[in-house]
């Protein structure tokens, strides 16, 4: 059957809510996103199997996009489709992949690693799977209230298996991390395995439809052959064959956190479009006093706050992109058995997923402020996105330890500079920092490039020089590095923006070639938005470290003033160009046809305390304290 996915997915009455789903309880919820992810499933698997096939262009994104309306919050099986069987497939053998990667599979899984005592330091993980040479098997245990799985996305009740990650021993040697396969409920009936508690973890700020679970094994036995081999093999007679790279294990993290800079974009899209609709429907107050009121989206502060987030919302889905397909070039190598780029991609990897999801959820709030008393809605769904949003900066690697594994790279290569070694040529900067060859500042894109190189090799310098005096006042490298931290976090924030200023702005003016010069322009005038906005906002450390000049800084503050009032005209088109359904947006002061104060009241009338003219706790508890002295 040939589809067109978004009618068909819309015309699933199942899928949509008559009753908003805050008004449901913690097991409803769950109850209802499940009956809908299994629809999606089914939609999903029938489109792997080319039983229905899609007529739109924009497959994948779209059937993704699309759920974000259905769930409002999370699919509860994000991490099945997400993390279990990507993990599988860039992870297992080709004979286990094609055993467990079955489009008919009756295993749903999850992926398994944090613990209640451990999550960003990971070699501290303590479930252990032990070989047994005499069964051909491994047993998976906890052997601690600590070292009980914590956190993992259907978890709690809706997954029949996972991947495990567990310390690896055999003959009572300790290799480390590895990944093993465990079926954790019964196919049919759904119960644990003997050997297996499992559960949810309760009510969380926001990804309460994902029943994120505890899981702790007794002794719990699993076919070696459930070990994923592809990187590293255990063999019959408990031969450990090494990996090429002992962090193959973490790819997962990797692709993750490469992945999520997307999506990201995708949840600033969705702030910008509910917040730039919004504010060019709502009047506030006139400008001049003899005027009428004007929309709230003509004072330039209110500008401010959201031309920033449209343009984020581009830097990081060109940034993205550019990220998945270094990822996928350096898989390629990594397949011929070349490991060299793999240290530059996990190095950029952490830091633009620590600065995308902290950008993110600073700018979705700044959405949902810029939308004033309406944003605290439920209804305007900002809440729940900022909730979805601002998790990403905690999981899949927490923000300041993501940057502090940028920072070792950094490091390296200061040390390089420092020591006159030969550098390559995206670090080349750190050499001419070093011998003071300091460009003339330029007020243009190219200068601010420029100049946030400037800060990282400055912030870089002065980590490295704290780590070095420390280093000589006789303490230890680990804990000089600890000393140094602030310093060095401030360093890999600063590389970061460096790249998303730089790849944006280089980006663009590619993109500008190839579009028509009308739609050039815009472009050119987000990127410049973007680079003029952070150049401004870290106007401070150019000072420190470029040669910047306070004029120069004002005049960067006129063009920015400039590009705000050039792109006035085009904001709301430039959201409608983001192209969200009404049914994906699930906003009462972002739909497409600007019925704000209409929506809300109909929102307001689903409430079930309008149910009642009188709601009976009038009877039980308030007519008998205020009515006490007249009866
Ligand atoms: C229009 C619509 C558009 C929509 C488009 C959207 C499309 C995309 C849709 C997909 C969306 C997907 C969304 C998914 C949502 C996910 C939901 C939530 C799920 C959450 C899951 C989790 O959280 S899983 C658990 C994650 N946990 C962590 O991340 C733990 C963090 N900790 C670590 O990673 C590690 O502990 C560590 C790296 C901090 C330290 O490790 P370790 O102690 O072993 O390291 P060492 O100190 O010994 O050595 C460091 C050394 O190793 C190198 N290294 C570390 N990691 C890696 C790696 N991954 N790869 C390569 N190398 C690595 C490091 O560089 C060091 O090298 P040196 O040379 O020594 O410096
Ligand atoms: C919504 C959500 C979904 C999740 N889903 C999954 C899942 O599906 N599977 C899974 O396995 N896990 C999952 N997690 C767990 C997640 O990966 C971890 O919570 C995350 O990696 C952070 O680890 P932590 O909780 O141990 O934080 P901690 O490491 O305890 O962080 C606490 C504080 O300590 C600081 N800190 C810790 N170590 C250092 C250090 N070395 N240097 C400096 N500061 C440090 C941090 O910066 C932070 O300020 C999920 C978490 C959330 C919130």
Same mark, same amino acid.
């Given at each position: 059957?040939?589809?067109?996915?978004?009618?068909?997915?819309?015309?699933?009455?199942?899928?949509?809510?008559?009753?908003? %789903?805050?008004?449901?309880?913690?097991?409803?919820?769950?109850?209802?996103?499940?009956?809908?992810?299994?629809?999606?499933?089914?939609?999903?698997?029938? /489109?792997?199997?080319?039983?229905?096939?899609?007529?739109?262009?924009?497959?994948?994104?779209?059937?993704?996009?699309?759920?974000?309306?259905?769930?409002?919050?999370?699919?509860?099986?994000?991490?099945?489709?997400?993390?279990?069987?990507?993990?599988?497939?860039?992870?297992?053998?080709?004979?286990?992949?094609?055993?467990?990667?079955?489009?008919?599979?009756?295993?749903?899984?999850?992926?398994?690693?944090?613990?209640?005592?451990?999550?960003?330091?990971?070699?501290?993980? %303590?479930?252990?799977?032990?070989?047994?040479?005499?069964?051909?098997?491994?047993?998976?245990?906890?052997?601690?209230?600590?070292?009980?799985?914590?956190?993992?996305?259907? /978890?709690?009740?809706?997954?029949?298996?996972?991947?495990?990650?567990?310390?690896?021993?055999?003959?009572?040697?300790?290799?480390?991390?590895?990944?093993?396969?465990?079926?954790?409920?019964?196919?049919?009936?759904?119960?644990?395995?003997?050997?297996?508690?499992?559960?949810?973890?309760?009510? !969380?700020?926001?990804?309460?439809?994902?029943?994120?679970?505890?899981?702790?094994?007794?002794?719990?036995?699993?076919?070696?052959?459930?070990?994923?081999?592809?990187?590293?093999?255990?063999?019959?007679?408990?031969?450990?064959?090494?990996? !090429?790279?002992?962090?193959?294990?973490?790819?997962?993290?990797?692709?993750?956190? *490469?992945?999520?800079?997307?999506?990201?974009?995708?949840? /600033?899209?969705?702030?910008?479009?509910?917040?730039?609709?919004?504010?060019?429907?709502?009047?506030?107050?006139?400008?001049?006093?003899?005027?009428?009121?004007?929309?709230?989206?003509?004072?330039?502060?209110?500008?401010?706050?959201?031309?920033?987030?449209?343009?984020?919302?581009?830097?990081?889905?060109?940034?993205?992109?550019?990220?998945?397909?270094?990822?996928?070039?350096?898989?390629?190598?990594?397949?011929?058995?070349?490991?060299?780029?793999?240290?530059?991609?996990?190095?950029?990897?952490?830091?633009?997923?620590?600065?995308?999801?902290?950008?993110?959820?600073?700018?979705? %709030?700044?959405?949902?402020?810029?939308?004033?008393?309406?944003?605290?809605?439920?209804?305007?769904?900002?809440?729940?996105?900022?909730?979805?949003?601002?998790?990403?900066?905690?999981?899949?690697?927490?923000?300041? *330890?993501?940057?502090?594994?940028?920072?070792?790279?950094?490091?390296?290569?200061?040390?390089?500079?420092?020591?006159?070694?030969?550098?390559?040529?995206?670090?080349?900067?750190?050499?001419?920092?070093?011998?003071?060859?300091?460009?003339?500042?330029?007020?243009?894109?190219?200068?601010?490039?420029?100049?946030?190189?400037?800060?990282?090799?400055?912030?870089?310098?002065?980590?490295?020089?704290?780590?070095?005096?420390?280093?000589?006042?006789?303490?230890?490298?680990?804990?000089?590095?600890?000393?140094?931290?602030?310093?060095?976090?401030?360093?890999?924030?600063?590389?970061?923006?460096?790249? /998303?200023?730089?790849?944006?702005?280089?980006?663009?003016?590619?993109?500008?070639?190839?579009?028509?010069?009308?739609?050039?322009?815009?472009?050119?005038?987000?990127?410049?938005?973007?680079?003029?906005?952070?150049?401004?906002?870290?106007?401070?450390?150019?000072?420190?470290?470029?040669?910047?000049?306070?004029?120069?800084?004002?005049?960067?503050?006129?063009?920015?003033?400039?590009?705000?009032?050039?792109?006035?005209?085009?904001?709301?088109?430039?959201?409608?160009?983001?192209?969200?359904?009404?049914?994906?947006?699930?906003?009462?002061?972002?739909?497409?046809?600007?019925?704000?104060?209409?929506?809300?009241?109909?929102?307001?009338?689903?409430?079930?305390?309008?149910?009642? *003219?009188?709601?009976?706790?009038?009877?039980?508890?308030?007519?008998?304290?205020?009515?006490?002295?007249?009866?």
């Amino acid at each position: 059957m040939m589809i067109h996915t978004n009618n068909y997915i819309l015309n699933i009455k199942e899928l949509w809510d008559d009753v908003p %789903e805050e008004y449901l309880s913690h097991k409803e919820r769950y109850e209802n996103a499940i009956k809908k992810a299994f629809i999606v499933l089914k939609v999903l698997r029938q /489109l792997h199997t080319g039983n229905i096939q899609i007529t739109d262009h924009r497959t994948p994104t779209n059937v993704y996009s699309i759920q974000d309306g259905i769930f409002r919050n999370v699919n509860p099986l994000l991490i099945h489709i997400g993390l279990f069987w990507s993990t599988i497939a860039a992870q297992a053998s080709t004979e286990q992949q094609a055993e467990w990667l079955q489009p008919d599979s009756s295993m749903i899984g999850t992926y398994v690693q944090t613990e209640l005592g451990h999550g960003s330091f990971i070699r501290g993980i %303590e479930t252990t799977a032990t070989y047994d040479s005499t069964t051909d098997e491994f047993i998976l245990h906890t052997p601690r209230l600590s070292a009980y799985k914590w956190w993992p996305g259907g /978890l709690g009740n809706t997954a029949n298996a996972c991947l495990v990650m567990a310390q690896l021993y055999i003959n009572g040697t300790c290799h480390g991390l590895h990944i093993f396969l465990a079926q954790i409920r019964d196919f049919d009936t759904h119960k644990p395995l003997p050997g297996i508690k499992v559960g949810e973890i309760g009510p !969380k700020m926001g990804f309460n439809t994902a029943d994120n679970g505890f899981l702790g094994f007794d002794n719990h036995r699993i076919p070696r052959t459930n070990m994923l081999m592809k990187n590293v093999q255990v063999l019959r007679d408990g031969t450990y064959v090494k990996p !090429k790279h002992d962090k193959l294990t973490y790819g997962s993290m990797l692709l993750t956190r *490469v992945t999520l800079i997307s999506d990201l974009a995708y949840q /600033l899209s969705k702030a910008a479009t509910i917040a730039v609709r919004y504010s060019a429907v709502r009047r506030q107050s006139p400008i001049k006093s003899n005027e009428p009121e004007r929309q709230i989206l003509d004072f330039v502060s209110q500008q401010h706050k959201l031309f920033i987030t449209i343009a984020s919302s581009h830097v990081y889905r060109v940034v993205g992109l550019w990220m998945w397909n270094s990822h996928k070039r350096v898989t390629a190598d990594i397949h011929e058995g070349n490991m060299g780029q793999l240290p530059e991609l996990h190095a950029l990897a952490c830091c633009l997923k620590a600065i995308s999801s902290r950008d993110a959820s600073a700018l979705v %709030e700044q959405c949902r402020l810029a939308c004033g008393g309406h944003g605290y809605m439920m209804a305007s769904n900002l809440p729940q996105i900022y909730a979805y949003t601002t998790a990403a900066v905690t999981y899949e690697g927490e923000y300041t *330890v993501l940057l502090l594994q940028t920072a070792r790279y950094l490091v390296k290569f200061w040390r390089l500079a420092a020591e006159h070694k030969p550098l390559p040529q995206n670090f080349a900067y750190f050499e001419d920092y070093i011998k003071k060859n300091f460009e003339q500042w330029r007020n243009s894109p190219e200068g601010i490039i420029e100049g946030f190189k400037a800060i990282v090799a400055g912030k870089t310098k002065a980590a490295y020089d704290t780590l070095q005096c420390n280093l000589r006042n006789g303490r230890e490298f680990e804990e000089a590095w600890n000393m140094a931290s602030v310093q060095l976090t401030n360093a890999s924030e600063a590389y970061a923006r460096s790249l /998303l200023c730089e790849v944006f702005w280089k980006e663009t003016v590619q993109l500008s070639t190839k579009v028509s010069k009308s739609l050039a322009i815009v472009l050119e005038q987000l990127a410049e938005l973007y680079l003029m906005y952070w150049a401004l906002e870290k106007h401070g450390d150019l000072l420190l470290y470029s040669t910047i000049s306070r004029n120069d800084i004002e005049a960067l503050q006129s063009r920015y003033e400039e590009l705000l009032a050039l792109i006035r005209p085009n904001a709301v088109g430039l959201v409608d160009a983001f192209d969200i359904r009404d049914e994906v947006l699930c906003s009462t002061l972002g739909a497409y046809d600007g019925r704000v104060y209409e929506r809300m009241m109909e929102e307001a009338s689903k409430s079930p305390l309008n149910e009642d *003219v009188v709601n009976e706790s009038f009877h039980k508890y308030i007519r008998p304290v205020t009515m006490k002295n007249k009866l």
